[in-house]
């Protein structure tokens, strides 16, 4: 199969629609951006953070932050960072036999995405210092750092003694749990990769100099290699994820 056994026609198939709404969106918000210059406002540099919610994560993803700075009226140059848990798609959560606690049967490791971007922000449509919604067209891209740190479960054996070791091929019955929070990171390795971002960012702060709001699109990750997430099902080297970040901030 291709590099990370996922069909690269449907990947690119999906950035290219994404692509084309961005474009078609543009289109249509630019030409209502003439009209609402009267109340509209300037900054010069802006900073957020966020929360992350994507198709690849759990609950919550990760944490994003991003700094930019104006380059010309509607185009800013933006510097991200994005600290996120990455999962292999395959992954379930099943209930111990034993002790009725849950775990992933199968996972060897987590894969914690570190990805630094660099892209550009174009405002699409302004708003007013306290009114209305400003929206930008976001494009970022960059390397992925990816740490890959073992998957501790815990077991037991014929007695009541149990252990939290790294997931190898022990049996179900054997599992009563998992191990403890960041447990293996001493023992991670490291896998490089790079990413690529499309977005649509909506900005309806009440103040001037206040930011919140939210950003949504699509995200490539992608690996030199497969990252061994699981030991029964197949592993990747690509993750496409479509993704929710609510974000805060403030600019000047």
């Known amino acids: 199969m291709g590099i990370s056994g996922l069909n690269l026609t449907i990947i690119a198939g999906v950035v290219k629609q994404v692509c084309k709404f961005l474009f078609l969106f543009s289109i249509l918000l630019a030409t209502r951006s003439f009209a609402q210059t009267q109340d509209s406002y300037d900054y010069n540099s802006e900073f957020t953070w ?115 070791v790294p997931y190898t091929s022990q049996q179900y019955s054997r599992i009563v749990g998992t191990g403890s929070l960041f447990q293996g990171l001493g023992d991670s390795k490291i896998q490089v990769g790079g990413n690529f971002k499309v977005a649509l960012n909506f900005e309806f702060g009440t103040g001037k100099n206040n930011v919140q709001g939210f950003e949504a699109g699509f995200l490539l990750d992608a690996y030199f290699k497969k990252v061994p997430l699981m030991a029964h099902s197949e592993n990747y080297s690509v993750y496409p994820t479509v993704f929710l970040t609510l974000f805060f901030g403030s600019r000047h």
């Open 50 to 164: 966020g929360i992350n919610k994507n198709s690849s994560g759990g609950f919550i993803g990760g944490f994003t932050f991003k700094s930019s700075r104006r380059i010309n009226k509607t185009l800013f140059e933006t510097f991200g960072l994005e600290l996120m848990n990455v999962k292999n798609p395959h992954e379930v959560r099943v209930q111990s036999v034993n002790s009725g606690n849950y775990f992933i049967y199968g996972k060897t490791h987590y894969l914690y995405a570190i990805r630094m971007q660099y892209g550009r922000d174009m405002i699409l449509f302004t708003k007013g210092p306290q009114q209305g919604v400003e929206v930008k067209a976001v494009i970022a891209a960059g390397p992925s750092i990816g740490i890959v740190a073992p998957y501790y479960v815990e077991v037991t054996d014929s007695t009541v003694y149990s252990s939290r």
